[in-house]
């Protein structure tokens, strides 16, 4: 007797986020994780691959903090609530840290100018960082629209974060860098795996 299985079918939306994720981990950066890297012979000093990470990241960091707070006053989901309340706990911890890396190395901390001037147009190095459209579609939106939209932006956000960790394992010799890079790649990827089930 044969037994047939219903499979649900995802969003639109939910199929691009998952296809985009895949593409990146298939780039030759994600085949070399933190253990490698360091089994290769990393050094313990920092490269100037290191320190843009560092630069780049905490840009990206502060943009997730500020997609973070729309989601006050806006959500009423206890998922979207919770989840931007650890990604603004958990990222600028981060940032502390890659701070105090940056400044024992003489290099310059970028400042925080604010998440309007961060959106993909001004800058177009940085993988995953949403358009000002985007940045104000969510100001205007609240409930259900806003929950949806937040996720999708996050979600690929997130991704391009993926992609920069990957680079920096790859291409790194700073140690705690590439540890960091490591944590990222895997609390990221499972975070987006959430949200793509979110908007399936």
Same mark, same amino acid.
């Given at each position: 007797?044969?037994?047939? %299985?219903?499979? %649900? %079918?995802?969003?639109?939306?939910?199929?691009?986020?998952?296809?985009?994720?895949?593409?990146?981990?298939?780039?030759?950066?994600?085949?070399?994780?933190? *253990?490698?890297?360091?089994?290769?012979?990393?050094?313990?000093?920092?490269?100037?691959?290191?320190?843009?990470?560092?630069?780049?990241?905490?840009?990206?960091?502060?943009?997730?903090?500020?997609? +973070?707070?729309?989601?006050?006053?806006?959500?009423?989901? *206890?998922?979207?609530?919770?989840?931007?309340?650890?990604?603004?706990?958990?990222?600028?911890?981060?940032?502390?840290?890659?701070?105090?890396?940056?400044?024992?190395?003489?290099?310059?901390?970028?400042?925080?100018?604010?998440? +309007?001037?961060?959106?993909?147009?001004?800058?177009?190095?940085? *993988?995953?960082? *949403?358009?000002?459209?985007?940045?104000?579609?969510?100001?205007?939106?609240?409930?259900?629209?806003?929950?949806?939209?937040?996720?999708?932006?996050?979600?690929?956000?997130?991704?391009?974060?993926?992609?920069?960790?990957?680079?920096?394992?790859?291409?790194?010799?700073?140690?705690?860098?590439?540890?960091?890079?490591?944590?990222?790649?895997?609390?990221?990827?499972?975070?987006?795996?959430?949200?793509?089930?979110?908007?399936?």
């Amino acid at each position: 007797m044969s037994t047939r %299985r219903s499979r %649900r %079918r995802r969003s639109p939306t939910a199929t691009l986020l998952v296809s985009a994720i895949l593409t990146a981990g298939c780039s030759s950066a994600a085949v070399t994780p933190a *253990p490698v890297v360091q089994a290769m012979g990393v050094a313990a000093g920092r490269g100037d691959a290191d320190v843009r990470f560092s630069q780049e990241m905490i840009t990206h960091h502060r943009l997730t903090i500020r997609l +973070a707070a729309l989601a006050e006053g806006r959500t009423e989901n *206890p998922y979207v609530r919770d989840l931007a309340a650890a990604l603004a706990r958990d990222e600028a911890a981060d940032i502390d840290l890659m701070s105090g890396w940056l400044r024992s190395w003489k290099a310059e901390v970028p400042e925080d100018t604010g998440y +309007a001037a961060h959106a993909s147009h001004d800058m177009p190095g940085m *993988p995953g960082m *949403p358009s000002a459209a985007q940045l104000s579609s969510l100001e205007r939106r609240s409930g259900a629209s806003f929950d949806r939209l937040w996720l999708t932006v996050l979600g690929r956000h997130l991704g391009g974060g993926v992609q920069m960790s990957q680079v920096v394992i790859a291409l790194g010799t700073h140690e705690p860098t590439a540890r960091l890079a490591g944590r990222l790649v895997t609390e990221q990827r499972a975070r987006i795996a959430e949200i793509a089930g979110k908007l399936a």
